[in-house]
């Protein structure tokens, strides 16, 4: 065992962690104050539940053995017993390292969909889409990209898939499924008349921020050596995403004729995403050209919604599906041996088109899997437990009638109240 | 006695309050208001998508005053409120008919 190796994947798993918390907040300070407690709740929910459901039976679908080349075994690492044995001979870490690494990945993407479902949709509907989806969707589309299944398998002329930390697995197809399940749901009410404004873009940006810096373990980490692999991700992983924050800077303050924090949070989540597959595969330089370009494609892609009409709240398929095609599809042009060594090269670099055509293969292959099961298990879950929250108590607060809180207790009026005793609902029955 | 009632832009309010002390003033109430009234508000824009805000924030400044006296309170507020720009605000006095100062209760003009 290399306990150099081992000690820098588990502060790697601390590090994709915080993304959790920090996606919460990047999307909570876009809701308006009635919902926001709904949003991170979404966020904390998913994580809940998807991470009991990684270690029962996740893990095994996703690394066990492969059964064809959809799903791994069922049954290899199920309820992690056989992962529980000290590393064999020879093994760099532990199998618990893969584990608890991988477990915050999936924890993290089932998350990212709440972006686009936010103020309306029922909680406990949402648990169970998130179960249900990481379950039918993430679990074999990990399988797919990581564990031994087809894209993994994929070979034209040569040419394989280059999908170094979640391109495809995580940005793409939590995209996708955000695309079908914001379709079924509908509109907020209101939207896009009636004012949505952000109520806190320094929440926003701080989000943002603890998104950056646990990106280092989700991109860095993703090398599973704490090698030069990792030091090219991670220097990649800075440079793409301060390239994306300036693009979109830029189209802002040619479009709109200012340049906004919202928008400079939004380039950090794009050039992230943009660099996840592609940042142990480009150069310095190609990072950065891959950052302005995908800053600049996001920063149109998230008015799309306005003009297609389907409320993607916070633009989760305008910055992560978008900004995952756009990094999946630029490694067949910006791929190059020089950071990758022995690795392949895009079309930029010498390379031939079969890099390209595999990209989009496994890049067009989870979007259509992911957005048709997404799509279906929310029609299911609309005809049987209802996924849209009342009217009255959507525009009333999601927060009140699901969590019975309040999320902000500001200045003294309208705090009084009485306490009502403890452990039972008599005080929400008064006020029902 | 009379109610002046001030909304004025709210940097300008320790301008006004140093102006009204100069009045030998005893006490004014603020607080913050909004509202719209020649001014119309503004645009923000959000990942491109502009929205006008029409209610603009301002603060309220409430004070009570013998009836000889407000004319000159209602003058310093004018004088230190004014920058010249559209959305200044607006000052008025009401008849106030009765107060009472709770912890003495003194009324009129003692409870000032």
Redesign the interface.
């Given at each position: 065992m290399d306990s150099g190796v081992t000690a820098w994947l588990l502060t790697s798993a601390a590090l994709v962690f915080l993304m959790i918390p920090g996606l919460a907040f990047f999307y909570g300070g876009m809701n308006r104050s009635k919902s926001v407690l709904n949003m991170l709740m979404m966020v904390v929910g998913a994580l809940f539940i998807v991470g009991i459901l990684w270690a029962i039976y996740g893990y095994s679908m996703a690394y066990g053995s492969t059964a064809g080349y959809f799903v791994g075994s069922f049954t290899d690492y199920f309820g992690l017993e056989a992962a529980l044995a000290p590393p064999a001979e020879g093994d760099a870490f532990p199998v618990m390292v893969d584990v608890v690494f991988q477990a915050m990945f999936a924890c993290l993407t089932v998350g990212l969909i709440a972006g686009a479902l936010a103020d309306r949709m029922k909680f406990g509907a949402w648990i169970i889409f998130a179960a249900v989806w990481a379950s039918l969707v993430y679990f074999p589309v990990a399988h797919w990209v990581w564990g031994g299944g087809w894209i993994g398998q994929l070979n034209i002329g040569g040419a394989e898939v280059i999908d170094f930390a979640g391109g495809t697995a995580v940005h793409i197809n939590a995209g996708a499924a955000a695309l079908a399940v914001c379709i079924i749901l509908g509109k907020r009410l209101g939207w896009?008349k009636t004012?949505m404004?952000?109520h806190n873009l320094t929440m926003v940006m701080l989000g943002a921020g603890l998104l950056w810096f646990g990106w280092f373990g989700f991109n860095a980490g993703s090398a599973y050596a704490a090698d030069n692999t990792a030091a090219i991700a991670a220097t990649n992983t800075l440079l793409a995403t301060c390239a994306a924050g300036l693009a979109w800077l830029i189209v802002?303050k040619i479009?709109?004729?200012?340049a906004?924090s919202?928008?400079a949070a939004?380039g950090i989540v794009a050039g992230l995403v943009a660099i996840t597959p592609a940042c142990a595969n480009v150069t310095p330089l190609g990072a950065i050209l891959l950052g302005l370009i995908a800053g600049a494609i996001c920063?149109w892609a998230?008015?799309l919604k306005?003009k297609l009409g389907f409320d993607d709240s916070f633009?989760v398929v305008g910055i992560h599906m978008v900004g995952g095609l756009v990094g999946t599809l630029a490694l067949g042009f910006l791929a190059s041996d020089l950071a990758a060594e022995g690795g392949q090269n895009g079309l930029l670099y010498g390379g031939s088109f079969n890099l390209f055509l595999v990209q989009l293969i496994a890049a067009v292959g989870v979007m259509i899997y992911s957005f048709i099961l997404a799509g279906i298990i929310a029609l299911v879950l609309k005809a049987t437990t209802g996924i849209r929250m009342d009217e009255f108590d959507e525009v009333n607060g999601i927060v009140l009638a699901e969590h019975a809180e309040t999320a902000y207790e500001l200045g003294d009026s309208g705090s009084g109240g009485a306490f009502a005793g403890v452990g039972h609902s008599a005080r929400a029955k008064e006020v029902e | 006695m009379k109610l002046v009632t001030a909304i004025i832009k709210p940097f300008k309010l320790d301008d006004v309050k140093t102006a009204v002390e100069a009045l030998d003033v005893h006490g004014m109430t603020v607080s913050e208001a909004s509202g719209f009234g020649r001014q119309r508000g503004h645009t923000e824009v959000y990942r491109g998508a502009e929205y006008t805000v029409e209610l603009v924030p301002k603060v309220r400044i409430e004070i009570v005053i013998d009836d000889d006296r407000a004319g000159d309170v209602i003058d310093a507020i004018v004088g230190a409120a004014q920058t010249g720009k559209i959305g200044d605000g607006k000052v008025w006095a009401v008849p106030v008919d009765s107060v009472v100062r709770v912890r003495t209760g003194e009324t009129g003009a003692e409870a000032l």
């Amino acid at each position: 065992m290399d306990s150099g190796v081992t000690a820098w994947l588990l502060t790697s798993a601390a590090l994709v962690f915080l993304m959790i918390p920090g996606l919460a907040f990047f999307y909570g300070g876009m809701n308006r104050s009635k919902s926001v407690l709904n949003m991170l709740m979404m966020v904390v929910g998913a994580l809940f539940i998807v991470g009991i459901l990684w270690a029962i039976y996740g893990y095994s679908m996703a690394y066990g053995s492969t059964a064809g080349y959809f799903v791994g075994s069922f049954t290899d690492y199920f309820g992690l017993e056989a992962a529980l044995a000290p590393p064999a001979e020879g093994d760099a870490f532990p199998v618990m390292v893969d584990v608890v690494f991988q477990a915050m990945f999936a924890c993290l993407t089932v998350g990212l969909i709440a972006g686009a479902l936010a103020d309306r949709m029922k909680f406990g509907a949402w648990i169970i889409f998130a179960a249900v989806w990481a379950s039918l969707v993430y679990f074999p589309v990990a399988h797919w990209v990581w564990g031994g299944g087809w894209i993994g398998q994929l070979n034209i002329g040569g040419a394989e898939v280059i999908d170094f930390a979640g391109g495809t697995a995580v940005h793409i197809n939590a995209g996708a499924a955000a695309l079908a399940v914001c379709i079924i749901l509908g509109k907020r009410l209101g939207w896009p008349k009636t004012p949505m404004r952000p109520h806190n873009l320094t929440m926003v940006m701080l989000g943002a921020g603890l998104l950056w810096f646990g990106w280092f373990g989700f991109n860095a980490g993703s090398a599973y050596a704490a090698d030069n692999t990792a030091a090219i991700a991670a220097t990649n992983t800075l440079l793409a995403t301060c390239a994306a924050g300036l693009a979109w800077l830029i189209v802002e303050k040619i479009r709109d004729g200012k340049a906004t924090s919202l928008g400079a949070a939004s380039g950090i989540v794009a050039g992230l995403v943009a660099i996840t597959p592609a940042c142990a595969n480009v150069t310095p330089l190609g990072a950065i050209l891959l950052g302005l370009i995908a800053g600049a494609i996001c920063a149109w892609a998230v008015t799309l919604k306005y003009k297609l009409g389907f409320d993607d709240s916070f633009d989760v398929v305008g910055i992560h599906m978008v900004g995952g095609l756009v990094g999946t599809l630029a490694l067949g042009f910006l791929a190059s041996d020089l950071a990758a060594e022995g690795g392949q090269n895009g079309l930029l670099y010498g390379g031939s088109f079969n890099l390209f055509l595999v990209q989009l293969i496994a890049a067009v292959g989870v979007m259509i899997y992911s957005f048709i099961l997404a799509g279906i298990i929310a029609l299911v879950l609309k005809a049987t437990t209802g996924i849209r929250m009342d009217e009255f108590d959507e525009v009333n607060g999601i927060v009140l009638a699901e969590h019975a809180e309040t999320a902000y207790e500001l200045g003294d009026s309208g705090s009084g109240g009485a306490f009502a005793g403890v452990g039972h609902s008599a005080r929400a029955k008064e006020v029902e | 006695m009379k109610l002046v009632t001030a909304i004025i832009k709210p940097f300008k309010l320790d301008d006004v309050k140093t102006a009204v002390e100069a009045l030998d003033v005893h006490g004014m109430t603020v607080s913050e208001a909004s509202g719209f009234g020649r001014q119309r508000g503004h645009t923000e824009v959000y990942r491109g998508a502009e929205y006008t805000v029409e209610l603009v924030p301002k603060v309220r400044i409430e004070i009570v005053i013998d009836d000889d006296r407000a004319g000159d309170v209602i003058d310093a507020i004018v004088g230190a409120a004014q920058t010249g720009k559209i959305g200044d605000g607006k000052v008025w006095a009401v008849p106030v008919d009765s107060v009472v100062r709770v912890r003495t209760g003194e009324t009129g003009a003692e409870a000032l």
